[in-house]
């Protein structure tokens, strides 16, 4: 069983920075991609950030610039780094990995608790 646990979630006010991060553990063989979605009150979830096993980084056009993903394959961990932190990026955060548990398993989707983000203005 995969579980991923976040952390880093918290007050801050708007101009500041928060630290996201989300472990996996459990069965992994792989994990492709890692992503980090928010859900506002009264919105949909939205995708915040993703990044492949190769590097590769997307971003809504809402953070582009200001939040920053990254991940530690060895720590099967997937960090958000943001930084100019506005009141609309309220939300809780969550972590979705992609990953397959055994080299002959089936790829699943896992997702994290989520961690609160409010930013006061």
């Known amino acids: 069983q995969v579980r991923l646990v976040e952390s880093g979630g918290g007050l801050v006010q708007a101009g500041g920075s928060l630290r996201l991060s989300c472990e996996a553990s459990g069965n992994i063989f792989s994990i492709n991609p890692m992503n980090w979605y928010r859900q506002a009150p009264g919105k949909q979830r939205e995708l915040v950030a993703s990044?492949?096993?190769?590097?590769?980084?997307n971003y809504a056009d809402s953070v582009k610039g200001r939040f920053t993903i990254s991940r530690d394959n060895a720590k099967n961990t997937v960090y958000l780094q943001m930084n100019s932190l506005k009141p609309e990026d309220t939300a809780v955060y969550y972590c979705k990995f992609r990953a397959l548990p055994t080299r002959w398993g089936i790829w699943n989707d896992y997702w994290g608790q989520g961690t609160q983000v409010t930013v006061s203005s």
């Open positions: 990044i492949t096993s190769g590097d590769i980084t």
